[in-house]
């Protein structure tokens, strides 16, 4: 038993009402605990005197495991030779960066940030095995995925004949057997269209090819099987039409066919578009109605996807839009799609700050930060590596912390930029108890993860001290100390453990009724065998832990 | 149907869905029945995967040698792990027979070591993966083909007799979801120098002259442009003009179609550039329809090693850890070149087979420079190695991923307990003898 005292520190704690609270944290082993009886002794003190102490960040939307990830690694080593490696030292692994860093790299530099929970938002689950062997690789993080599940055809089908019950029991088989966190719905409908030929899906009630089922049915249907199967976190949305201008009507119309279920729309800034979808000139910002529409309805968040200027990598579950990236940049292209479960595009991207659309891309992300009035509904993301790298947090920090800061930067993008967004009207500054929300203790409430983003007694000790300072780009790079499951990772940029975290899934239970369905549905059409499918407990080598699944989300998840 | 060997009847196994690893098909229905130590039948194995498990002999060998004298385990990672901690420029080469638990090792015993590491998807990949580099390209699972396609076309590849189950899983009788009628519903075209088996099973077949593939391919991305193609291409290629512009209608029409690529595309001269022109013409046909370009993959574990290998160094072979970071350049850093230039001066080989497509001049100097070898056969590599592990075998007795040929991840289900260690167990001796020495830097 390690017993840490974590002195006179200024706690940034917002799900425990501390904001700004100079007070002693005190950390027994891997958990949060209550101050001891004054006759027990810290077996090591840390002095946080005049620090900022956070809870460890949490990404909640980021691709750093599996095909796609990997794919993008293979097919862009120029992305790696053009970034400064990750040298190896007596305790760490060597690796390399750019837009999408090798396993071992992307653990110590989310570490290096401060960030101790990252979640892969889009594994098909054909490939859950690649995305748990590459999580082996992925030091220090808890990390967790979320399945693809917006174009698999069991699922479609069995919405489409009405069948929700046998479409409810295959996801919790689903989520089980390969071990994953909760549903994710890309482009729902559409992907499953492009592969059968078509370009896309456009419109909320249009069906998908085959199926009488459309984008509607799937939002609610798996809305509703998110919230009962008690998953720790709802539906996590990719909406339909991204990145074309005029879309927010489509993501509005999304936003309501969920009727009141909880949901989470994730990169929303992508989503937000206003303007006529055959004029790019007509392109505009259609935040302010779609973040009122958030303001009325607390049980839909969003995080952001914030574009940022620079060389990165697209990549998405999102076919369709792969190949809409590799017609507009001309660059190389990945497409990858899954047997009946999943797409995937991968294309190089460059945000220029003189583009007039990337810059509008950059002011609709700010202000979504800006014009939700709620912290606790928004999330800070760039969409990992798709708007910027995760390394680019800080400077979103900057932006949202400084309205001057804001305001050149404005001032430097292509003109039409401030004629076609509020973003200069927009005086509202981020205080640090909204950072630490909108970084942590957000995403841990909203992904469901009750003993993440807060410092609260039970909570896992995953802390980040910060030195503060006015300039917060640097105070927010260079954390003073992050501290993981109890134990000192880094101290001042330098890792000083390399430990493994562990990996989060469910067991939302299920009738078991269903499988002999699922397995005549693979002896017929899948090519890998029923019984060959999904990830064995064995594969997580120990590190799995099981987030409960249960109406009230109060318990604390249980190591498995 | 194999004859059994006479057996004891009585103390039958069965082990059913086993992973067969004989192609990149990596079918995994597989149910082998067992007596004693020997597989006695492989129902639902083709041919080739059949003989494969047949041929399976347990081996007595156990343990580890140094110049050839057994010697306990500990005392042969302490050994590996010297030559490899004092070597100046050690290289790390095989990967293709492992699981990625074993591949994972590797890499981190060559980060740990500063060496090279390379696997033999090096080789191939050298012509395919620089396309990938290139240009991208457009692939799927293979159950999107046993579902969707209606127009196949194999290029240089005879899967009929390489890839024996291929067209009955996933692709030209496979049925599936659009395809209820498997190959009635389907559009075959072979292209190859010479009819293969495959060709004659074909609707048609295309005879391309040797080393004229880049010029239909090009040709064809002409003609689904509307581009006007000369006549004379027929000359230059052996495929007549008409022949090239019904295949180009075909392919911009159908509903799915999928190109397979073999070595005979991608292994021959130019290989890297047949295969960009295959990819390219897969992409630009997707304005019409979806079409897909795909290797057809090969035996053992390379598309495994080429992914362990990429997430943790970033690059896929041919990674140089010397000056303590990942660094790439194939050629260069590619272990055929290295032991050519007589670099290294020390090795790890990970299975034996993976030495015998090196150039001679290769294998001269490995036999130079000390070497660690791992494998489960005794073969030449091994019996002269300075250091020697007799490991168990990945394909019949060690449980672990492997990866087919589109990226789809299996588990390996073993025929049989191995008295020998695996290839991780062996790999990570050897690390924890490594560290123990101390720090390199």
């Known amino acids: ?560 | 149907m194999a004859i059994a060997p006479k057996t004891d009847r009585t103390s039958l196994r069965v082990v059913s869905d086993a992973v067969c690893t004989f192609c990149g098909c990596l079918c995994d229905d597989i149910q082998l029945t067992i007596a004693g130590n020997q597989i006695v039948n492989a129902e639902n194995a083709c041919e080739l995967g059949r003989a494969d498990y047949l041929g399976y002999r347990a081996e007595l060998q156990t343990g580890a040698m140094v110049h050839g004298v057994a010697v306990p385990l500990e005392e042969a990672f302490a050994k590996a792990a010297k030559i490899l901690a004092d070597a100046r420029f050690p290289i790390v080469y095989g990967l293709s027979e492992s699981v990625g638990e074993a591949q994972r090792m590797a890499v981190a015993i060559a980060d740990r070591v500063g060496g090279c590491i390379d696997t033999t998807a090096g080789q191939a990949f050298s012509q395919s993966g620089m396309a990938f580099q290139s240009v991208g390209k457009v692939a799927c699972s293979l159950g999107e083909v046993k579902n969707r396609a209606d127009l196949i076309v194999l290029w240089g590849t005879n899967p009929t007799e390489s890839h024996p189950r291929h067209a009955d899983r996933y692709s030209t009788k496979a049925s599936g979801l659009f395809t209820p009628n498997g190959r009635k519903d389907r559009h075959v075209v072979v292209v190859d120098i010479c009819q293969t088996a495959s060709a004659v099973e074909a609707d048609q077949f295309l005879q391309v002259m040797p080393g004229k593939d880049f010029e239909v391919l090009w040709c064809l991305r002409a003609l689904i442009k509307g581009v006007v193609v000369a006549d004379s291409i027929g000359a230059r290629t052996g495929i007549p003009l008409e022949k090239l512009q019904d295949l180009a209608n075909r392919m911009r029409s159908c509903q799915f179609g999928v190109l397979f690529f073999g070595s005979g595309l991608s292994a021959t001269s130019g290989g890297q550039m047949n295969v960009e022109a295959a990819t390219i013409l897969a992409q630009e046909l997707n304005e019409f329809t979806r079409f897909y370009a795909m290797p057809m993959g090969e035996r053992g574990n390379s598309n495994g090693a080429e992914n362990v290998v990429a997430w943790q160094t970033g690059y896929p072979c041919a990674v140089h850890l010397g000056r303590g970071y990942p660094r790439y350049n194939p050629g260069e850093f590619s272990v055929s070149g290295i032991l050519e230039r007589g670099e290294a001066d020390a090795a790890l080989i990970i299975s034996a087979n993976s030495v015998v497509d090196l150039p001679q001049d290769a294998l001269d100097h490995l036999a130079k420079i000390p070497c660690v070898v791992l494998d489960c056969t005794s073969t030449v590599a091994l019996n002269r190695a300075t250091v020697a592990f007799f490991v168990a075998n990945y394909a019949f007795e060690t449980s672990g991923t492997v990866c087919r040929a589109d990226d789809v991840p299996l588990t390996l289900r073993p025929a049989f307990d191995s008295p020998r260690l695996s290839q991780t167990s062996v790999l990570r001796g050897i690390d924890q003898a490594i560290r123990a020495i101390g720090p390199r830097i």
């Open chain 1, 1 to 560: 038993m390690t017993l840490i005292r974590i002195k006179n520190g200024t706690v940034y704690d917002p799900a425990n009402g501390r904001n700004g609270v100079v007070m002693d944290l005190w950390i027994r082993d891997a958990s949060i605990v209550d101050g001891p009886t004054p006759e027990e002794l810290p077996d090591q003190t840390i002095d946080a005197s005049g620090l900022v102490i956070m809870p460890g960040g949490v990404d909640m939307h980021c691709h750093i495991v599996g095909p796609k990830v990997n794919m993008a690694r293979k097919m862009r080593p120029e992305d790696h030779r053009d970034a400064p490696p990750v040298p190896r030292t007596t305790i760490t692994r060597s690796g390399t960066t750019g837009s999408v860093p090798s396993s071992f790299a992307t653990g110590y530099l989310y570490a290096g940030l401060g960030y101790t929970t990252a979640v892969d938002a889009a594994i098909p689950p054909l490939s859950a095995l690649h995305a748990h062997e590459e999580f082996l690789d992925t030091p220090i993080l808890d990390k967790a995925f979320l399945v693809l599940m917006g174009n698999n055809y069991y699922a479609l089908k069995a919405l489409a004949e009405g069948e929700y019950e046998r479409a409810r029991a295959f996801t919790g088989w689903l989520l089980e057997s390969s071990r994953g966190y909760g549903i994710k719905v890309v482009n729902p409908g559409g992907v499953e269209a492009w592969k059968t030929g078509w370009d896309n899906i456009h419109s909320l009630d249009e069906k998908v090819p085959h199926l009488d089922c459309t984008p509607r049915m799937i939002l609610k249907g798996l809305a509703q099987i998110a919230m009962d199967l008690h998953l720790p976190h709802s539906v996590h949305v990719h909406c339909n039409n991204l990145g074309l201008p005029g879309n927010s009507a489509t993501t509005l119309a999304s936003m309501e066919a969920l009727e009141g279920r909880r949901a989470h729309l994730t990169h929303i800034q992508f989503h937000s578009y206003g303007g006529d979808s055959n004029d790019q000139g007509s392109f505009c910002s259609d935040v302010p109605a779609l973040a009122s529409w958030i303001n009325a309805h607390p049980e839909v968040t969003v995080d952001v996807g914030q574009v940022l200027f620079g060389p990165t990598t697209s990549m998405t579950g999102d076919g369709p839009l792969g190949y809409f990236l590799h017609k507009v940049t001309g660059r190389k292209w990945t497409s990858s799609d899954t047997e009946l479960e999943a797409g995937c595009g991968i294309v190089p991207i460059v945000y220029k700050e003189k583009s007039f659309v990337h810059g509008l891309q950059w002011a609709i992300g700010l202000e979504w930060y800006l014009l939700v009035n709620d912290p606790w509904q928004v999330v800070m993301s760039t969409d990992h590596p798709n708007g910027a790298s995760f390394v680019s947090y800080p400077e979103i920090i900057a932006l949202l912390m400084d309205r001057n800061y804001r305001n050149e930067i404005l001032k430097r993008v292509h003109p039409r930029v401030r004629e076609r967004c509020v973003l200069a009207d927009l005086d509202r500054e981020y205080s640090l108890q909204e950072i630490a929300i909108i970084s942590r203790a957000g995403p841990a409430r909203i992904l469901g993860m009750t003993n993440k983003g807060h410092l609260g007694a039970g909570a896992d000790a995953d802390i980040t001290i910060y030195t503060p300072d006015t300039d917060r780009r640097r105070m927010f790079e260079l954390p003073r100390a992050v501290i993981k499951s109890g134990r000192v990772v880094v101290d001042r940029g330098e890792i000083r453990e390399d430990i493994l975290g562990r990996v989060w899934h469910v067991r939302p239970g299920y009738d078991s009724g269903v499988l002999p369905d699922i397995r005549k549905w693979f002896d017929a059409f899948v090519t890998v065998r029923f019984d060959n499918y999904g990830v064995d407990k064995s594969c997580l080598a120990g590190m799995g832990a099981v987030s409960p699944c249960a109406p009230k989300t109060t318990r604390k998840g249980s190591v498995s």
